[in-house]
């Protein structure tokens, strides 16, 4: 079954940095767009940023645009969220997501999640 477990949260003062993973199994991760979202307490989940199959489109939500970079790694079925010049508002559960089409929405795919909290 489809298996997607996210790493590499925690506490980062403003102005900080963090690398997310998300290692995926049970479906054909190469054949797959990946997607990064995030839940902030009392909001919906928001798309952050999506990556196609082999790396060669990516895209950003404005939040977060020349702040965060996705990118992912096939032969290890990880996709990545470089999370640079952090701030308060980043302060999410960050989710991955696997999708067959790279404009769709989010799959019923989820996985724990990774705690990110910006605070001094």
């Known amino acids: 079954q489809v298996q997607l477990v996210e790493s590499g949260g925690g506490l980062v003062q403003p102005g900080g940095s963090l690398r997310l993973s998300c290692a995926a199994s049970?479906?054909?991760?190469?054949?797959?767009?990946m997607s990064w979202y995030r839940q902030a307490p009392g909001k919906e989940r928001e798309l952050v940023a999506t990556?196609?199959?082999?790396?060669?489109?990516?895209s950003y939500a404005e939040p977060v645009k020349g702040r965060f970079t996705i990118s992912r790694d096939n032969a290890k079925n990880t996709v990545y969220l470089q999370m640079n010049s952090l701030k308060p508002e980043d302060t999410a559960v960050y989710y991955c997501?696997?999708?067959?089409?790279?404009?769709?929405?989010?799959?019923?795919?989820w996985g724990q999640g990774t705690q990110v909290t910006v605070s001094s």
């Open positions: 049970g479906f054909p991760f190469s054949s797959y767009v």
């Open positions: 997501n696997p999708k067959r089409n790279y404009n769709e929405g989010p799959s019923d795919y």
């Open positions: 990556i196609s199959n082999r790396g060669v489109l990516r």
